[in-house]
């Protein structure tokens, strides 16, 4: 089939290549004729695992092409995919639909009359409705669950695909679409307009929930004594909660989660329904940071000022360049204007982290970073920090204190190697360094 992919950042640029990878002819349209121009020339402008061959093999057969021309793109399309970003609003927290109606508005101007154009981008229930009543096309609600650092395989193999439609026919179009995914027994869930787009925020609410009730046990644990780690992992065997996202940390961040679920808890405001346990939820994850900082200066005597601090980590999740919301970064800024001076080493965000907090210091290295450091912070859950070596790790800095802000370190060898450690929810285990 001929699809075009309204918005060529992290979610179309993916979608479109996956597209192709499926077999069908796909234009890519954006506004940038930058991002255009390097897409075109097969670079991929964030990081993500396994898109950049995937956008280099199909530009090169001429399956995948891109263009700024909506024009071009509706004389070419069968289907309309828009994948446009819906960033919180900067006076509420409301979701900003400017992009998402533009470009709705826009393709919808020259598709060709039996076109469909179907919706990816996350949005308040009741968008999809709005959009096909305003314009006069065929509309379907496709929603998106892509993990960043997993996006190719979770478009490719899916855990589920779920389609909202009106009609039988926006259906039927949807599934030879996804023929080659649905071949391989992927379930698929047909909803209505509202179901479809309460599907994708109801997914993320309950994530970013499940995240902060973990750290809400952590901040328990830390004052009664107890220990998260042992107390996840016991809950995490009842296989009603099982054990994923249970992992006691910094927080949660990133361009989806915490816009999401304020965007969820306004638009049920709107419509006389109360989330108030979501905005409890963003005060924990908040929260969080706010322990670090305390960790952080509790380590280094009750002042942060001179301290040289090692922050390993920047981008909000690791297989990530993606530094929106991030703890890391938000942790280091703060304990930068408490008068730490604060280096910050991560494997693939650096250049986004220097553009967005240029007054921080940066590490081409870990041990980079680590040298001469009065206190380290591990805040991005990047394997290579994990396979730190502690005791050489300990010849490097001045001071040997970290904070484990992933509750992934191993607390026993890193105290064994004469480290000072903590991490959150968590006793300091017997032994450690002072």
Not at 376 to 394: D, K, S
Request: proline share 5%; hydrophobic share 45%; charged share 25%.
């Amino acid at each position: 089939m001929r699809l075009t992919v309204i918005g060529t950042g992290y979610l179309g640029a993916t979608h479109a290549a996956c597209m192709a990878e499926l077999g069908h002819e796909v234009l890519g349209v954006d506004v940038d004729p930058d991002k255009v121009a390097a897409l075109r020339a097969g670079r991929v402008p964030f990081h993500e695992p396994g898109l950049p061959e995937l956008i280099a093999r199909h530009t090169a057969s001429g399956r995948l092409r891109f263009t700024t021309s909506y024009e071009e793109a509706g004389a070419f399309g069968e289907v309309h995919f828009v994948c446009v970003g819906t960033p919180q609003r900067a006076d509420s927290e409301a979701a900003d639909l400017t992009y998402v109606d533009a470009a709705f508005a826009a393709i919808a101007a020259h598709a060709a009359p039996d076109a469909l154009l179907v919706g990816k981008s996350t949005v308040p229930v009741g968008t999809a409705g709005r959009l096909a009543d305003t314009h006069g096309v065929e509309v379907a609600w496709n929603p998106e669950f892509l993990r960043e650092g997993f996006a190719v395989e979770d478009t490719l193999r899916p855990d589920r695909l779920v389609f909202g439609v009106r009609s039988t026919h926006a259906g039927a179009i949807l599934r030879a679409v996804y023929a080659p995914v649905l071949a391989t027994g992927t379930p698929l869930v047909t909803a209505d307009f509202p179901t479809a787009e309460l599907v994708k925020t109801a997914a993320n609410a309950f994530l970013a929930t499940k995240i902060s009730f973990i750290n809400a046990m952590a901040e328990v644990c830390e004052a009664a004594g107890g220990d998260v780690g042992t107390l996840a992992e016991a809950i995490g065997y009842d296989d009603r909660i099982g054990k994923k996202f249970l992992r006691a940390g910094v927080g949660f961040g990133g361009g989806c989660l915490p816009k999401d679920i304020r965007a969820f808890a306004h638009r049920a405001d709107e419509l006389g329904v109360s989330l108030a346990f979501l905005r409890e939820v963003d005060a924990i994850n908040m929260r969080r940071r706010d322990r670090v900082v305390e960790l952080a200066r509790e380590l280094c005597g009750g002042t942060l000022l001179g301290a040289r601090v090692a922050v390993l980590g920047a981008a909000f999740k690791p297989d990530s360049d993606d530094i929106r919301d991030s703890p890391a970064l938000n942790v280091a800024a703060r304990l930068r204007l408490d008068g730490a001076d604060v280096t910050v080493h991560d494997p693939a965000a650096m250049d986004n982290a220097r553009k967005a907090f240029p007054l921080l210091g940066y590490a081409l290295s870990a041990e980079e970073a680590l040298r001469g450091a009065d206190l380290v912070l591990h805040l991005t859950e990047w394997p290579q920090f994990r396979e730190i070596n502690p005791e050489r790790a300990a010849a490097l800095v001045r001071r040997p204190r970290i904070v484990d802000g992933r509750g992934v370190l191993d607390a026993d060898r890193w105290a064994a190697a004469g480290w000072r450690f903590r991490a959150l929810g968590r006793p300091a285990p017997v032994g450690e360094g002072s």
